[in-house]
C-alpha cells in the first residue's frame, strides 16, 4: 500500500496532461489521485484508490465529484508589478491607434515606468497582491513575474527585489524574470549604447548574486533593441548562468523566433508575425512558442499567432496572460483559454495542456509541474464543471472551486467539499 496525506477523489474527469501535445489527451474519467509530502505518488480510477493507497487518518480528501481535475496551471508570461492606469490607450486603440503610435507620443511602456518609479515598495506591493489573488483564485499555482517597468539598474533590482517579497506573501511560486531591455527611458535618449551597457554589464551580474531572477529577457523588435543589443545580453546572462526568453517577432518579423532559438533560449514570447523559417529554427532546437492571444486582441493585430503551423512543425506550445496594464490589461485565464481557441483553432484539452505541461516547459520546471504524475509536485486545480470542454466555451468566467499546491489546499473560491472540514480559504 502506498501512505498518503492528500487525495483527490472521483473527478468527472482528470486531465494528466502527460501526453504530446500533437497525440489525443490522457483523459481519466471518475478518477482520483493521492500525494505525499507534497508530491503526487499515485494517479487512477477512483475504484481503485482504496485498494492501492493508505489514506493517513488526518489526511486531506478532495471530493471531486462531477468536476474537472487539471494540473495546476502555469503561467509563463506576466508583468504583474506595476503602477499606474493606461485606459485611455485602449480608448486610442478602438479609435484606430497602433502600438509604436502609441509608444511614440509618450504612452506604452514609458507611461507605466514613470508611474512605477514613482510608487513606493508598498505602494507596488499593495497593487500586484489583488493580482497574484486573483490568478490563484483561477487554479494558477506557478506565475513568472517579469521586472522592465524600472529601467535603470537600481529600479530593476528593486523591481525584483519586490517580486521575492511578494513571493513571500502568496502560497503560489513566482519565477522572477529580469527584462532589462523593454524599452529605451527618456534619460537614455542621445547615450543609448551607454544606457544599454548599463543594464548588461551591471545590471545583470548584481541581479544573478543576489539571487533575484530565475531568467533573463528582452524585447526584441522595431522601437525597441536589435539583435545586436539582445545577443550582447544573452551572452551576459550566459556567463551569469541564467536561461534565456524573449518577446520575439510580436509586430514585425525581425527574426527573433531564429535569434531565440540559435541562442539556445528556453521560449519565444507572442509570435505573431514570425516567418516560416523562425518555426522551423524553433522545433529545431526545441523552443518553446508562447502564445499571448489577449495581448493579440487588445493590439488589434491584424492575424494571430500561426499556432497550428507551429503546432505541426513539432514546435511545443504555451498560453499565458500577458497580464500587464497596456496591451494584456487582464487576470483571466479563462478569456485567454477561449481567446486560444476561438483564435488559433486548437481545441480546449490542448489549450489546457499549453496552460500546463507547455507552459512549464516553458520555465524550464516540466519535470516538477505541469501534468499530474507520481514523482511531480501535487499542484492540482479543481473545476466545478463535468467537462473540461466547458472551461474554455464559458468565456471569461472562472470555474474554479480549489486549488492545492504541494499537496495542500491553499485557495477555495467557490467552497470546496473537504475532508476533514476546514475553514474556507479565500
Known amino acids: 500500500m502506498i501512505d498518503a496525506d492528500f487525495a483527490v477523489r472521483g473527478a468527472a474527469e482528470l486531465l494528466t496532461m502527460d501526453w504530446e501535445l500533437a497525440k489525443p489527451p490522457a483523459l481519466l474519467r471518475e478518477a482520483a489521485l493521492a ?11 477512483d475504484r481503485d484508490l482504496d485498494g492501492a493507497v493508505a489514506l493517513r487518518p488526518n489526511a486531506t480528501v478532495l471530493d471531486a465529484t462531477g468536476q474537472t481535475v487539471t494540473p495546476g ?6 508583468h504583474l508589478v506595476y503602477a499606474g492606469d493606461r485606459a485611455h490607450e485602449f480608448a486610442l486603440r478602438c479609435g484606430g491607434a497602433g502600438y509604436l503610435e502609441i509608444a511614440r507620443a509618450g504612452g506604452g511602456i ?29 487554479g494558477v499555482t506557478t506565475c513568472e513575474v517579469k521586472s522592465g517597468y524600472g529601467l535603470s539598474v537600481e529600479e530593476e533590482l528593486r523591481l525584483l527585489r519586490i517580486v ?38 551591471e545590471l545583470v551580474p548584481r541581479a544573478a548574486r543576489e539571487g533575484l531572477c530565475r531568467m533573463v529577457d528582452a524585447f526584441l523588435e522595431e522601437g525597441a533593441f536589435t539583435a545586436a543589443e539582445v545577443r550582447r545580453l544573452f551572452a551576459r546572462a550566459r556567463e551569469a548562468g541564467l536561461p534565456l526568453r524573449l518577446h520575439a517577432d510580436q509586430l514585425s518579423d525581425g527574426g527573433g523566433a531564429a535569434l531565440a532559438a540559435a541562442e539556445g533560449a528556453l521560449s519565444a514570447d507572442h509570435l505573431e508575425r514570425v516567418s516560416p523559417a523562425g518555426i522551423a529554427a524553433l522545433a529545431r532546437a526545441g523552443t518553446v512558442a508562447v502564445l499571448a492571444p489577449v ?7 491584424p492575424s494571430p499567432a500561426p499556432a497550428r503551423r507551429l503546432l505541426e512543425a513539432g514546435v511545443p506550445l504555451a498560453l499565458c496572460t500577458n497580464l500587464n496594464p497596456g496591451s494584456a490589461p487582464t487576470e ?10 476561438l483564435s488559433y483553432g486548437l481545441q480546449p484539452a490542448e489549450a489546457l495542456w499549453a496552460f500546463t505541461r507547455g507552459a512549464a516547459k516553458a520555465l524550464g520546471l516540466d519535470q516538477r509541474i505541469g501534468r499530474l504524475a507520481p514523482g511531480l509536485r501535487a499542484d492540482v486545480a479543481l473545476f466545478g464543471c463535468a467537462d473540461h ?11 474554479c472551486v ?4 504541494g499537496g495542500r489546499l491553499v485557495a477555495s473560491p467557490r467552497g470546496a467539499r473537504c475532508s476533514p472540514p476546514g475553514p474556507r480559504i479565500t
Open 35 to 45: 500525494a505525499r509530502d507534497g508530491e503526487i505518488v499515485w494517479v487512477g480510477a
Open 73 to 78: 496551471l502555469v503561467d509563463p508570461h506576466s
Open 164 to 201: 521575492r517579497t511578494l513571493a513571500g506573501r502568496t502560497p503560489m511560486a513566482l519565477v522572477p524574470t529580469l527584462l532589462p531591455l523593454h524599452a529605451l527611458p527618456p534619460e537614455a535618449e542621445g547615450r543609448r549604447d551607454a544606457w544599454v551597457a548599463e543594464m548588461v554589464d
Open 110 to 138: 514609458r507611461a507605466t515606468v514613470a508611474a512605477t518609479r514613482a510608487a513606493t515598495d508598498e505602494e507596488l506591493l499593495a497593487l500586484a497582491l489583488p493580482r497574484t489573488d486573483a490568478l490563484l483564485s483561477q
Open 389 to 399: 470542454r466547458h472551461l474554455a466555451s464559458h468565456l471569461a468566467v472562472s470555474h
Open 332 to 341: 483571466s485565464v479563462a478569456l485567454g483559454l477561449g481567446a486560444a481557441c
Open 295 to 301: 495581448a493579440t486582441w487588445v493590439l488589434r493585430l
Open 402 to 405: 480549489a486549488v492545492a499546491i
